[in-house]
């Protein structure tokens, strides 16, 4: 059994990590958990099942919607934010959102490595030259002013290392300039 400081600082610890993302619109985490309540509303109209209701061994934040980008990812519909009822998920565009941003693993990639010619992740991206571009050598280039951290590219990537990561994996973001709450 953990020592009680390691176990309350678990459920006091974010569950927003690489590739675990809040849905779109999402206000800072800081302030998340105790803005959300929890109602489900999210993950009720949510056409692709992207977005699951944390259990009870996510602490404090128990109940609040999450997104396992490499499982399912977002597919950008925005059916979200106009159910939620607290304001939690702010009401944003497509382009506005700012879950996170795809980052290449070029030691991972396999058209970094030049080991075959993949482009699973630009051809997925809802926002194709705009969020990922192939560079002259057609490997992928993430632009970071337009990717919204969907997952998409993730959930597509054929490269799985064996803790579960993909060649191109989703760092979150925690706040956007963009939103106002």
Not at 78 to 105: D, H, Y
Not at 147 to 166: L, Q, R, S, V, Y
Request: aromatic letters at 8%; a positive charge; proline letters at 8%.
């Amino acid at each position: 059994m953990l020592p009680a400081p390691v176990r309350a600082k678990k459920l006091l610890s974010s569950p927003v990590t690489r590739n675990r993302l809040r849905p779109p619109g999402a206000v800072p985490e800081e302030i998340f958990a105790g803005k959300c309540i929890r109602c489900g509303r999210c993950v009720e109209v949510c056409p692709y099942k992207s977005i699951i209701p944390l259990d009870f061994r996510s602490g404090v934040y128990a109940g609040t919607p999450l997104i396992f980008a490499e499982n399912v990812p977002c597919y950008l519909c925005m059916k979200c934010v106009q159910v939620c009822p607290t304001g939690t998920l702010q009401k944003i565009s497509q382009e506005q959102t700012r879950m996170g941003l795809a980052v290449v693993n070029k030691h991972q990639c396999f058209a970094w490595q030049e080991r075959t010619l993949c482009r699973t992740c630009y051809d997925v991206c809802p926002f194709k030259n705009q969020a990922i571009m192939l560079d002259e050598e057609l490997k992928p280039v993430v632009l970071e002013d337009h990717c919204t951290g969907c997952g998409i590219c993730t959930h597509a990537c054929p490269f799985t290392a064996e803790n579960g990561e993909k060649a191109i994996n989703i760092e979150p973001l925690f706040a956007s300039a963009i939103v106002k709450w």
